[in-house]
T-cell receptor, first 116, second 113 residues
């Protein structure tokens, strides 16, 4: 399977704990995006990378959130000191730069976070 | 503020009939519009798109119509099939931010056999 892969698929944690999600994009895609989706809402943009450079972060991304994409391959999204409001589906997507203007992104299956 | 609005949370149609999903937007800078389909426990998958320079794009059973003056687009599925049952998200991009999509809240389509 050469699609976008996310791990873990589901994470349950206690408030105050740190969690980390991993995303492996489609190999030839140089752009990688993180979105968050809460119940009853559409996905909301969090941040994106072009190769290893993080080019933009949404205001939704508080200081407790950090994302990295070392070597321009896989990416990690870490949430420190989790809060119940962080409970959501975290979606990773990738694209080739030639497709960016069309907005067509390839999404992974998501990592669902539940903060107790 | 919701820049992309899908005002119908759900829609139910009979197999073989037409499904029409609607979407409105407020940002005049959007120049590309997309529809994504999402099954439970899966990520959204791209369905069809349309550039703001066009008013219609067709791909098999799926057609997207764009009315720029009304800031409105719609997705038509003809004929509808039970496998089309999913959540459909309208999304938009543009205005120098072509790298990120703004999504609506989605419409749950149920196609009854």
């Amino acid at each position: 399977d050469t699609g976008v892969s996310q791990d873990p698929r589901h994470k349950i944690t206690k408030r105050g704990q740190n969690v980390t999600f991993r995303c492996d994009p489609i190999s030839e895609h140089n752009r990688l995006y993180w979105y968050r989706q809460t119940l009853g809402q559409g996905p909301e943009f969090l941040t994106y990378f072009q190769n290893e450079a993080q080019l933009e972060k949404s205001r939704l991304l508080s200081d407790r959130f950090s994302a990295e994409r070392p070597k321009g391959s896989f990416s990690t999204l870490e949430i420190q000191r989790t809060e119940q409001g962080d409970s959501a589906m975290y979606l990773c997507a990738s694209s080739r730069i030639t497709l960016v203007a069309t907005g067509e992104l390839f999404f992974g299956e998501g990592s669902r976070l539940t903060v107790l | 503020d919701q820049q992309v609005k899908q005002n119908s949370p759900s829609l139910s149609v009979q197999e073989g009939r037409i499904s029409i999903l609607n979407c409105d937007y407020t940002n005049s800078m959007f120049d590309y519009f997309l529809w994504y389909k999402k099954y439970p426990a899966e990520g959204p998958t791209f369905l069809i798109s349309i550039s703001s320079i066009k008013d219609k794009n067709e791909d098999g059973r799926f057609t997207v119509f764009l009315n720029k003056s009304a800031k409105h687009l719609s997705l038509h599925i003809v004929p509808s099939q039970p496998g089309d049952s999913a959540v459909y998200f309208c999304a938009a991009t543009g205005g120098g931010s072509n790298y990120k999509l703004t999504f609506g809240k989605g419409t749950l389509l149920t196609v009854n056999p």
